[in-house]
């Protein structure tokens, strides 16, 4: 059994109790006590003081074991992590308050400036003017780059109503063409026609000539009805 540190009993202890008496034989008489948060933690009337002792340390030694805080650590740099800091309770609550007010200021702050918040930013497009372009390496303030992707937006707008035009009539043209060409009267087919038409009349005609030319009769089995040509 582990001994009992400063527990030494004294020299005097017994001397001054004539008889000593023993806390097995003192008694607790008074009302029955038990923690509404903790019903194992319980106190009976007619209990010995050396239980009633007991139970007080153990539950001591219990609640202890958990208040001990020296193992908890911030991620931030704060009084609590430096290497002699005393690591109680109450420095913790202490220093957790602080940095939940420090926290609660900067918020403050910060709301207070969103209004006319302006932070450096990168630039976001580089279709903005000369004037407004820093270097590729540069930052802007986050009003003109916000000002620039307007411009940008307005740009690709533009362009794409341009494009959008230009489509437009690209497809009426090509339409105009389509009916061109399919049209019966003056349409590539009627065109195919009269060219054959034509061929064949230039044929016709060739034939009719040379044959006067030689003086020999026409050969309808060459040009058909080559007298009478289209």
Known sequence: MKSCPSCENSSTTYTRCNPPVSTNCVFYQGDTKTCPHDDSFTICKGSNIND????????????SGELVVKNISFPCATKWNEPYAVRNLNNLLVNTTTKVCENYNAIQEIQASLPTLDPLVAPPCDCCSTSN?????????????????????????????????????ATETANQAKS???DPNTGLEALWTDYLKFKANIECRL?????????????????PNCQTCI
């Open 133 to 169: 372009c820093p270097p590729p390496s540069g930052h802007i303030f986050l009003s003109q780059a916000l000002k620039q992707l307007e411009e940008c937006i307005c740009n690709a707008n533009t362009v794409a109503s341009s494009s959008a035009i230009g489509a437009n009539n």
């Open 180 to 182: 061109q060409v399919n």
């Open 52 to 63: 009633v002792q007991y139970a007080f340390f153990e539950k001591i030694c219990e609640i």
């Open 207 to 223: 034939s009719n000539l040379e044959n006067k030319t030689n003086g020999m009769p026409c050969n309808p089995s060459v040009v």
